[in-house]
Protein backbone atom coordinates (compact mmCIF):
# COMPACT_ATOMS: atom_id res chain seq x y z
CA UNK A 1 0.00 0.00 0.00
CA UNK A 2 1.27 3.63 -0.85
CA UNK A 3 1.90 5.97 2.39
CA UNK A 4 -0.80 7.99 3.71
CA UNK A 5 1.04 11.48 3.18
CA UNK A 6 0.69 14.23 5.91
CA UNK A 7 1.27 17.89 6.13
CA UNK A 8 2.16 19.89 9.08
CA UNK A 9 1.37 23.43 9.68
CA UNK A 10 3.61 24.11 12.87
CA UNK A 11 6.96 21.96 13.56
CA UNK A 12 6.93 23.95 17.27
CA UNK A 13 6.49 21.86 20.26
CA UNK A 14 3.33 19.23 19.12
CA UNK A 15 4.62 19.11 15.66
CA UNK A 16 7.87 18.41 16.59
CA UNK A 17 7.06 15.87 19.03
CA UNK A 18 4.46 13.94 16.44
CA UNK A 19 7.97 14.06 13.65
CA UNK A 20 9.72 12.49 16.47
CA UNK A 21 7.53 10.03 16.95
CA UNK A 22 6.59 9.19 13.66
CA UNK A 23 10.78 8.35 12.88
CA UNK A 24 11.28 6.59 16.19
CA UNK A 25 8.00 4.07 15.96
CA UNK A 26 7.35 4.07 12.13
CA UNK A 27 7.40 0.65 11.71
CA UNK A 28 4.99 0.08 14.91
CA UNK A 29 3.07 2.30 13.43
CA UNK A 30 2.43 1.37 9.89
CA UNK A 31 1.74 -2.37 11.13
CA UNK A 32 -0.98 -0.58 13.15
CA UNK A 33 -2.49 1.68 9.99
CA UNK A 34 -1.79 -1.03 7.69
CA UNK A 35 0.16 1.42 5.61
CA UNK A 36 3.09 3.77 6.64
CA UNK A 37 2.51 7.35 7.90
CA UNK A 38 4.61 9.89 5.95
CA UNK A 39 5.12 13.71 6.41
CA UNK A 40 5.47 15.13 2.91
CA UNK A 41 5.73 18.47 3.95
CA UNK A 42 5.63 21.00 6.50
CA UNK A 43 5.02 25.49 7.18
CA UNK A 44 6.72 26.60 10.14
CA UNK A 45 7.66 30.64 10.58
CA UNK A 46 10.62 32.05 8.85
CA UNK A 47 12.92 32.31 11.97
CA UNK A 48 12.09 28.95 12.29
CA UNK A 49 12.93 27.47 9.08
CA UNK A 50 16.53 26.38 9.96
CA UNK A 51 15.46 24.67 13.14
CA UNK A 52 12.91 22.47 11.40
CA UNK A 53 15.57 22.35 8.16
CA UNK A 54 17.88 20.48 10.89
CA UNK A 55 15.25 18.69 12.38
CA UNK A 56 13.76 16.79 9.32
CA UNK A 57 17.21 16.58 7.73
CA UNK A 58 15.87 17.96 4.94
CA UNK A 59 14.10 15.62 3.60
CA UNK A 60 10.39 17.05 3.66
CA UNK A 61 9.07 20.63 1.71
CA UNK A 62 9.46 22.94 4.19
CA UNK A 63 6.91 26.44 3.64
CA UNK A 64 6.42 29.46 4.98
CA UNK A 65 3.09 29.59 3.67
CA UNK A 66 0.72 27.20 5.29
CA UNK A 67 -1.61 27.23 2.65
CA UNK A 68 0.98 25.78 0.32
CA UNK A 69 1.01 22.58 2.94
CA UNK A 70 -3.19 23.11 2.19
CA UNK A 71 -3.55 23.01 -0.99
CA UNK A 72 -0.77 20.26 -1.93
CA UNK A 73 -1.23 17.34 -3.86
CA UNK A 74 0.86 15.87 -2.13
CA UNK A 75 -0.95 15.60 1.29
CA UNK A 76 -3.89 13.77 2.12
CA UNK A 77 -4.16 14.81 5.71
CA UNK A 78 -3.68 18.14 7.51
CA UNK A 79 -2.10 17.99 10.80
CA UNK A 80 -2.85 22.00 12.30
CA UNK A 81 -1.17 22.13 15.21
CA UNK A 82 -0.16 25.75 14.97
CA UNK A 83 -2.54 27.33 17.58
CA UNK A 84 -4.77 30.47 17.65
CA UNK A 85 -7.95 31.27 15.93
CA UNK A 86 -6.76 33.21 12.98
CA UNK A 87 -5.59 31.57 10.05
CA UNK A 88 -5.87 28.40 11.34
CA UNK A 89 -9.81 28.57 10.71
CA UNK A 90 -9.15 29.47 7.38
CA UNK A 91 -6.69 26.76 7.04
CA UNK A 92 -8.67 23.88 8.12
CA UNK A 93 -11.62 24.68 6.07
CA UNK A 94 -9.73 25.35 3.32
CA UNK A 95 -8.18 21.79 4.07
CA UNK A 96 -11.99 20.34 4.28
CA UNK A 97 -13.02 22.06 0.68
CA UNK A 98 -9.84 20.68 -0.66
CA UNK A 99 -11.23 16.95 0.59
CA UNK A 100 -8.51 16.23 3.26
CA UNK A 101 -8.73 14.90 6.54
CA UNK A 102 -7.76 17.59 9.47
CA UNK A 103 -5.81 16.53 12.42
CA UNK A 104 -6.08 19.56 14.96
CA UNK A 105 -4.65 20.25 18.59
CA UNK A 106 -6.69 23.66 18.91
CA UNK A 107 -9.24 23.25 21.28
CA UNK A 108 -9.84 26.96 20.97
CA UNK A 109 -10.54 26.60 17.41
CA UNK A 110 -12.89 23.74 18.02
CA UNK A 111 -14.45 25.06 20.90
CA UNK A 112 -15.67 28.68 19.14
CA UNK A 113 -15.58 27.83 15.36
CA UNK A 114 -15.75 23.59 16.28
CA UNK A 115 -20.26 23.63 15.22
CA UNK A 116 -19.21 24.93 11.89
CA UNK A 117 -15.73 22.88 11.31
CA UNK A 118 -17.82 20.07 11.71
CA UNK A 119 -21.02 20.95 9.57
CA UNK A 120 -18.32 21.52 6.77
CA UNK A 121 -16.48 18.44 7.00
CA UNK A 122 -19.31 16.31 7.23
CA UNK A 123 -20.65 18.10 3.81
CA UNK A 124 -17.88 17.28 2.33
CA UNK A 125 -16.81 14.04 4.19
CA UNK A 126 -13.79 14.36 5.22
CA UNK A 127 -13.05 13.69 9.00
CA UNK A 128 -11.38 15.86 12.05
CA UNK A 129 -9.66 14.42 14.59
CA UNK A 130 -8.79 15.89 17.86
CA UNK A 131 -7.56 13.81 20.24
CA UNK A 132 -4.66 16.19 21.01
CA UNK A 133 -7.29 19.05 21.78
CA UNK A 134 -8.16 17.73 24.80
CA UNK A 135 -5.74 16.38 27.99
CA UNK A 136 -3.01 15.90 25.34
CA UNK A 137 -2.02 12.34 26.05
CA UNK A 138 -4.18 10.78 27.49
CA UNK A 139 -6.78 8.92 25.08
CA UNK A 140 -10.16 11.00 26.81
CA UNK A 141 -12.17 11.54 23.00
CA UNK A 142 -12.04 7.67 22.21
CA UNK A 143 -12.76 6.98 25.34
CA UNK A 144 -15.75 9.24 25.58
CA UNK A 145 -16.60 8.90 21.39
CA UNK A 146 -15.96 5.03 21.61
CA UNK A 147 -14.88 3.18 24.68
CA UNK A 148 -18.26 4.41 26.79
CA UNK A 149 -20.85 4.52 23.97
CA UNK A 150 -23.09 2.03 25.86
CA UNK A 151 -23.76 5.01 28.55
CA UNK A 152 -25.79 7.92 29.71
CA UNK A 153 -22.89 10.15 30.39
CA UNK A 154 -24.09 11.64 33.97
CA UNK A 155 -21.23 14.36 34.74
CA UNK A 156 -17.19 14.44 33.80
CA UNK A 157 -14.79 16.60 36.14
CA UNK A 158 -11.11 16.93 35.28
CA UNK A 159 -7.88 18.48 36.02
CA UNK A 160 -7.36 19.99 32.58
CA UNK A 161 -5.10 22.59 32.22
CA UNK A 162 -1.04 21.36 33.03
CA UNK A 163 0.04 24.73 33.96
CA UNK A 164 -2.30 25.66 36.85
CA UNK A 165 -2.40 22.54 38.68
CA UNK A 166 1.55 22.82 38.90
CA UNK A 167 0.99 26.09 39.79
CA UNK A 168 -1.34 24.91 42.27
CA UNK A 169 0.57 21.75 43.76
CA UNK A 170 4.03 24.17 43.88
CA UNK A 171 2.68 26.64 45.85
CA UNK A 172 0.71 24.00 48.10
CA UNK A 173 4.34 21.50 48.66
CA UNK A 174 6.95 24.13 48.30
CA UNK A 175 5.41 27.22 49.17
CA UNK A 176 6.48 28.83 46.04
CA UNK A 177 5.10 31.72 44.65
CA UNK A 178 2.51 32.24 41.84
CA UNK A 179 4.83 34.03 39.67
CA UNK A 180 7.90 32.03 40.11
CA UNK A 181 5.71 28.79 39.09
CA UNK A 182 4.13 29.94 35.91
CA UNK A 183 7.45 30.83 34.83
CA UNK A 184 8.91 27.17 35.54
CA UNK A 185 5.41 26.11 33.52
CA UNK A 186 6.22 28.29 30.81
CA UNK A 187 9.85 27.06 30.55
CA UNK A 188 8.83 23.57 30.22
CA UNK A 189 6.77 24.31 27.38
CA UNK A 190 3.47 23.43 29.24
CA UNK A 191 1.62 26.98 28.96
CA UNK A 192 -0.57 28.62 26.40
CA UNK A 193 1.14 31.24 24.47
CA UNK A 194 -0.71 33.69 26.76
CA UNK A 195 -0.83 32.24 29.96
CA UNK A 196 -4.01 34.37 30.97
CA UNK A 197 -5.51 31.11 29.26
CA UNK A 198 -3.82 28.83 31.93
CA UNK A 199 -4.56 30.46 34.97
CA UNK A 200 -7.88 31.80 34.55
CA UNK A 201 -9.17 28.96 33.41
CA UNK A 202 -9.83 29.52 29.53
CA UNK A 203 -8.06 26.85 27.69
CA UNK A 204 -9.37 24.34 30.61
CA UNK A 205 -13.12 25.74 29.62
CA UNK A 206 -12.24 25.35 25.88
CA UNK A 207 -11.38 21.53 26.48
CA UNK A 208 -14.66 21.15 28.81
CA UNK A 209 -16.60 22.53 26.38
CA UNK A 210 -15.39 19.51 23.63
CA UNK A 211 -15.80 16.91 26.41
CA UNK A 212 -19.73 18.10 26.76
CA UNK A 213 -20.33 17.93 23.39
CA UNK A 214 -18.77 14.45 22.67
CA UNK A 215 -20.59 13.20 26.18
CA UNK A 216 -24.34 14.74 26.12
CA UNK A 217 -24.44 14.84 22.14
CA UNK A 218 -24.97 18.81 21.87
CA UNK A 219 -23.45 21.83 20.34
CA UNK A 220 -20.23 23.12 21.12
CA UNK A 221 -21.68 26.04 23.49
CA UNK A 222 -18.23 28.39 24.89
CA UNK A 223 -19.57 31.13 25.19
CA UNK A 224 -22.09 29.75 28.10
CA UNK A 225 -19.28 28.28 30.36
CA UNK A 226 -18.53 29.66 33.56
CA UNK A 227 -14.81 30.19 33.74
CA UNK A 228 -12.89 31.23 36.85
CA UNK A 229 -9.15 30.79 37.42
CA UNK A 230 -6.79 30.70 40.32
CA UNK A 231 -5.15 33.61 40.20
CA UNK A 232 -7.04 34.81 43.06
CA UNK A 233 -6.70 31.72 45.27
CA UNK A 234 -4.55 32.82 48.87
CA UNK A 235 -1.95 30.17 50.35
CA UNK A 236 -4.59 30.78 53.27
CA UNK A 237 -7.27 29.17 51.57
CA UNK A 238 -5.01 25.95 50.11
CA UNK A 239 -3.61 25.75 54.25
CA UNK A 240 -7.30 25.71 55.56
CA UNK A 241 -8.54 23.54 52.65
CA UNK A 242 -6.07 20.90 53.94
CA UNK A 243 -7.63 21.52 57.31
CA UNK A 244 -10.82 20.13 56.61
CA UNK A 245 -9.23 17.29 54.96
CA UNK A 246 -9.20 18.84 51.23
CA UNK A 247 -7.39 20.02 48.14
CA UNK A 248 -8.53 22.85 45.60
CA UNK A 249 -7.89 22.01 42.25
CA UNK A 250 -8.94 23.94 39.33
CA UNK A 251 -11.83 21.94 37.70
CA UNK A 252 -13.31 21.65 34.43
CA UNK A 253 -16.97 20.65 35.42
CA UNK A 254 -19.90 19.08 33.32
CA UNK A 255 -22.72 18.07 34.78
CA UNK A 256 -26.63 16.73 33.04
CA UNK A 257 -29.19 18.35 35.09
CA UNK A 258 -33.03 17.92 34.29
CA UNK A 259 -32.40 21.82 34.43
CA UNK A 260 -29.65 22.32 31.84
CA UNK A 261 -26.15 21.30 31.73
CA UNK A 262 -23.82 22.46 33.68
CA UNK A 263 -20.37 23.66 31.98
CA UNK A 264 -17.67 25.52 34.42
CA UNK A 265 -14.32 25.74 35.35
CA UNK A 266 -13.13 26.72 38.62
CA UNK A 267 -11.35 26.02 41.65
CA UNK A 268 -12.69 23.57 43.56
CA UNK A 269 -12.35 21.73 47.09
CA UNK A 270 -12.11 18.03 46.61
CA UNK A 271 -11.76 15.33 49.41
CA UNK A 272 -8.07 14.77 49.55
CA UNK A 273 -8.55 10.69 49.62
CA UNK A 274 -10.15 10.60 45.99
CA UNK A 275 -7.65 9.60 43.79
CA UNK A 276 -7.52 12.79 41.61
CA UNK A 277 -7.13 15.42 44.23
CA UNK A 278 -3.64 13.49 44.36
CA UNK A 279 -3.30 14.37 40.81
CA UNK A 280 -0.39 16.49 41.19
CA UNK A 281 2.37 18.88 39.12
CA UNK A 282 1.60 19.13 35.36
CA UNK A 283 -0.36 16.07 35.00
CA UNK A 284 -3.90 16.16 34.21
CA UNK A 285 -6.61 13.81 35.28
CA UNK A 286 -10.12 13.18 33.87
CA UNK A 287 -13.46 11.60 35.85
CA UNK A 288 -16.23 10.31 33.98
CA UNK A 289 -19.70 8.87 35.43
CA UNK A 290 -21.47 7.02 32.93
CA UNK A 291 -25.05 5.03 34.50
CA UNK A 292 -23.65 1.82 33.09
CA UNK A 293 -20.06 1.75 33.60
CA UNK A 294 -19.68 4.06 36.92
CA UNK A 295 -16.82 6.18 37.57
CA UNK A 296 -14.18 5.82 35.27
CA UNK A 297 -10.83 8.11 35.86
CA UNK A 298 -8.04 8.57 32.99
CA UNK A 299 -4.88 9.61 33.95
CA UNK A 300 -1.56 11.10 32.22
CA UNK A 301 0.50 13.94 30.71
CA UNK A 302 -1.90 16.58 29.33
CA UNK A 303 1.00 18.65 27.62
CA UNK A 304 4.31 18.61 25.89
CA UNK A 305 5.86 17.42 22.67
CA UNK A 306 5.71 13.44 22.80
CA UNK A 307 2.28 13.30 24.68
CA UNK A 308 0.34 15.60 22.17
CA UNK A 309 2.55 13.92 19.68
CA UNK A 310 0.99 10.55 20.94
CA UNK A 311 -2.28 12.14 20.43
CA UNK A 312 -2.14 13.52 17.01
CA UNK A 313 -0.58 10.13 16.04
CA UNK A 314 -3.70 8.64 17.05
CA UNK A 315 -6.04 10.20 14.96
CA UNK A 316 -3.73 9.65 11.94
CA UNK A 317 -3.81 6.25 12.20
CA UNK A 318 -7.17 6.01 12.58
CA UNK A 319 -7.51 7.94 9.41
CA UNK A 320 -5.29 5.62 7.68
CA UNK A 321 -7.12 3.13 8.67
CA UNK A 322 -10.50 4.44 7.13
CA UNK A 323 -9.36 6.27 4.61
CA UNK A 324 -11.30 4.05 2.31
CA UNK A 325 -14.51 4.03 3.60
CA UNK A 326 -17.84 5.59 2.72
CA UNK A 327 -18.05 8.76 4.62
CA UNK A 328 -21.27 7.29 6.48
CA UNK A 329 -19.26 4.83 7.90
CA UNK A 330 -17.08 6.88 9.82
CA UNK A 331 -17.17 7.59 13.94
CA UNK A 332 -18.95 10.59 14.57
CA UNK A 333 -17.36 13.79 15.21
CA UNK A 334 -19.81 13.80 18.49
CA UNK A 335 -19.79 10.98 18.82
CA UNK A 336 -24.00 10.92 18.40
CA UNK A 337 -25.17 10.71 14.77
CA UNK A 338 -25.21 14.27 13.44
CA UNK A 339 -29.05 14.65 12.74
CA UNK A 340 -29.33 12.81 16.64
CA UNK A 341 -27.67 15.79 18.60
CA UNK A 342 -29.39 17.65 21.18
CA UNK A 343 -29.72 21.18 21.69
CA UNK A 344 -29.79 21.12 25.83
CA UNK A 345 -28.55 24.66 27.20
CA UNK A 346 -26.14 25.47 28.90
CA UNK A 347 -27.57 26.65 32.24
CA UNK A 348 -26.22 30.17 33.75
CA UNK A 349 -23.93 29.38 36.97
CA UNK A 350 -26.49 30.87 39.42
CA UNK A 351 -28.77 28.38 38.69
CA UNK A 352 -26.24 25.16 39.80
CA UNK A 353 -26.11 23.44 42.95
CA UNK A 354 -23.15 23.15 44.77
CA UNK A 355 -21.35 23.27 48.70
CA UNK A 356 -19.34 25.97 49.18
CA UNK A 357 -16.37 26.88 51.32
CA UNK A 358 -16.63 30.03 52.68
CA UNK A 359 -14.48 32.21 54.46
CA UNK A 360 -14.98 36.17 56.11
CA UNK A 361 -12.97 37.47 58.72
CA UNK A 362 -14.98 38.59 61.28
CA UNK A 363 -14.78 40.85 64.47
CA UNK A 364 -14.43 38.42 67.59
CA UNK A 365 -17.09 39.72 69.56
CA UNK A 366 -20.11 37.68 70.89
CA UNK A 367 -23.11 37.66 68.32
CA UNK A 368 -20.90 37.68 65.50
CA UNK A 369 -21.46 34.09 64.24
CA UNK A 370 -24.85 34.02 65.11
CA UNK A 371 -25.82 37.05 63.26
CA UNK A 372 -24.00 34.86 60.30
CA UNK A 373 -25.76 31.36 60.84
CA UNK A 374 -28.91 33.66 60.82
CA UNK A 375 -28.10 34.70 57.38
CA UNK A 376 -27.58 31.22 55.70
CA UNK A 377 -30.59 29.31 57.92
CA UNK A 378 -32.85 32.30 56.71
CA UNK A 379 -32.00 31.08 52.75
CA UNK A 380 -31.89 27.37 53.84
CA UNK A 381 -28.43 26.96 53.67
CA UNK A 382 -27.05 23.96 55.54
CA UNK A 383 -23.88 24.11 57.89
CA UNK A 384 -21.61 21.28 57.52
CA UNK A 385 -18.62 22.33 59.22
CA UNK A 386 -16.84 25.22 60.93
CA UNK A 387 -13.59 26.80 62.00
CA UNK A 388 -12.45 29.85 64.19
CA UNK A 389 -9.03 30.73 64.59
CA UNK A 390 -8.01 32.36 68.01
CA UNK A 391 -7.03 36.14 66.97
CA UNK A 392 -3.33 36.53 67.19
CA UNK A 393 -2.50 38.79 69.93
CA UNK A 394 -3.08 42.38 69.99
CA UNK A 395 -5.33 41.32 66.51
CA UNK A 396 -9.50 41.92 66.95
CA UNK A 397 -10.35 40.04 63.84
CA UNK A 398 -10.66 36.26 63.17
CA UNK A 399 -11.24 34.09 60.56
CA UNK A 400 -14.19 31.78 60.26
CA UNK A 401 -14.08 28.92 57.76
CA UNK A 402 -17.96 27.70 57.09
CA UNK A 403 -18.58 24.56 54.35
CA UNK A 404 -22.02 24.25 53.37
CA UNK A 405 -24.44 21.47 52.27
CA UNK A 406 -25.50 21.05 48.64
CA UNK A 407 -27.31 24.39 47.80
CA UNK A 408 -28.29 26.71 44.91
CA UNK A 409 -25.69 28.99 43.99
CA UNK A 410 -27.93 32.21 43.49
CA UNK A 411 -28.69 31.38 47.38
CA UNK A 412 -25.11 31.46 48.37
CA UNK A 413 -25.07 34.82 45.96
CA UNK A 414 -27.57 36.13 48.10
CA UNK A 415 -26.30 34.97 51.53
CA UNK A 416 -22.64 36.50 50.93
CA UNK A 417 -23.65 39.55 49.90
CA UNK A 418 -25.91 39.97 53.04
CA UNK A 419 -23.02 38.90 55.07
CA UNK A 420 -20.44 41.53 53.50
CA UNK A 421 -23.28 43.84 54.51
CA UNK A 422 -22.78 43.28 58.50
CA UNK A 423 -20.68 45.66 60.45
CA UNK A 424 -18.88 43.02 61.81
CA UNK A 425 -17.57 41.15 58.92
CA UNK A 426 -14.86 43.04 57.20
CA UNK A 427 -13.87 43.01 53.66
CA UNK A 428 -15.20 40.77 51.15
CA UNK A 429 -16.14 37.00 51.39
CA UNK A 430 -14.03 34.15 49.95
CA UNK A 431 -16.73 31.82 47.89
CA UNK A 432 -15.14 27.94 46.61
CA UNK A 433 -17.08 25.55 45.64
CA UNK A 434 -16.66 21.95 47.05
CA UNK A 435 -17.33 18.98 45.03
CA UNK A 436 -17.66 15.27 46.82
CA UNK A 437 -17.09 13.77 42.99
CA UNK A 438 -18.48 10.24 44.87
CA UNK A 439 -19.32 7.36 43.03
N1 LIG B 1 -1.46 25.00 28.36
C1 LIG B 1 -2.02 23.70 28.38
C2 LIG B 1 -1.84 23.13 29.78
C3 LIG B 1 -1.34 22.85 27.35
O1 LIG B 1 -1.12 23.71 30.59
O2 LIG B 1 -2.43 22.11 30.08
C4 LIG B 1 -2.16 21.71 26.85
O3 LIG B 1 -3.35 22.08 26.30
Known amino acids: ?32 AGREIHVTCAAVRPQDLEKAAAKTGGRITLYTDPMQVVQNPEVDIVAELMGGIHPALELVLEAIAQGKHVVTANKALLALQGNDIFKAARTRGVMIGFEAAVAGGIPIIKALREGLTANRIEWIAGIINGT ?36 EGIDAAHKLTIMAAIAFGIPMQFERAYTEGISRLTAQDIQYAQEFGYRI ?53 GAGAEPTGSAVI ?18 PHLSFQHDQMHDDQVMPVSEIESSYYLRMSAVD ?25 EPPAGEQRVDVIMLTHSTLERHIDQAIAQIEALQSIAGPVTRIRMESLSA
Do not use: C
Open 314 to 331: ADLVDMTRMASAEPGHHV
Open 365 to 389: RPGVLAEVTRILADLGISIEAMLQR
Open 164 to 199: SNFILTNMRDRGESFASALSQAQALGYAEADPTFDI
Open 249 to 301: KLLGITRRTPRGIELRVHPTLIPEKRLIANVDGVMNAVLVKGDAVGTTLYYGA
Open 1 to 32: MTPIRVGLLGLGVVGGGTWTILERNREEIARR
